[in-house]
């Protein structure tokens, strides 16, 4: 399965409000993404329409994150971020979040992948547990996997939706899905 972040979830629900539902679209997230999405003020005023779709998201249950796997994993984590711990990358500290946190925690745990755009949370999931880069998929990634499937086919109607993402100011996403994204549906990437 592919677990899902609050922004990815953001980006990619309008495209596939299925992707929660259907087994075929591999998707799972956490309740506190869940919680995060319809509680922040920051994406009441950003995501307006989030109400329409809170239906479609459901998380895994609550198990899974009482699982001794998952609390030694967050427990790991919790204890990096909170003493201090440099992007190799960048040279400053990781910012991850309690929910990005919880995020890698749960994937580690149950072997999940994990689609985001956030370069924190990408960095340090390759710095300190894989350095296989297969392991994180770009919301464009998605889009491009599902559209290989036959889950989703695009039109205008998505392509709208698509947009949204640069006036939104999401995150850039890889040149390489940007590329397959238009050999595949035969439209322009405006975003970056």
Not at 52 to 68: C, E, F, M, T, W
Not at 92 to 111: E, P
Not at 147 to 154: A, E, N
């Amino acid at each position: 399965y592919i677990l899902c972040d609050t922004c990815s979830v953001l980006m990619l629900i309008r495209l596939a409000p299925d992707m929660f539902i259907d087994l075929n679209f591999e998707c799972v997230t956490i309740s506190d993404v869940v919680k995060e999405i319809f509680r922040a003020q920051k994406f009441k005023n950003r995501y307006p329409w989030r109400n329409r779709y809170k239906s479609n998201i459901k998380p895994l249950g609550n198990a899974v994150l009482k699982a001794d796997d998952f609390k030694l994993y967050y427990q790991t984590i919790n204890s990096q971020i909170s003493s201090g711990i440099i992007n190799s990358k960048t040279r400053y500290y990781f910012d991850l979040s309690k929910v990005d946190q919880r995020i890698v925690a749960c994937a580690l745990a149950n072997n999940f992948r994990i689609t985001t755009g956030d370069n924190d949370l990408i960095e340090y999931y390759l710095q300190q547990f894989s350095n296989n880069p297969d392991e994180i998929i770009s919301p464009l990634g998605m889009i491009n996997i599902w559209l290989k499937k036959g889950l989703i086919s695009w039109d205008e109607k998505l392509q709208t939706i698509l947009e949204d993402w640069n006036k939104c100011d999401e995150a850039p996403q890889p040149r390489t899905e940007i590329k397959k994204f238009q050999n595949l549906t035969g439209y322009k990437y405006l975003g970056t």
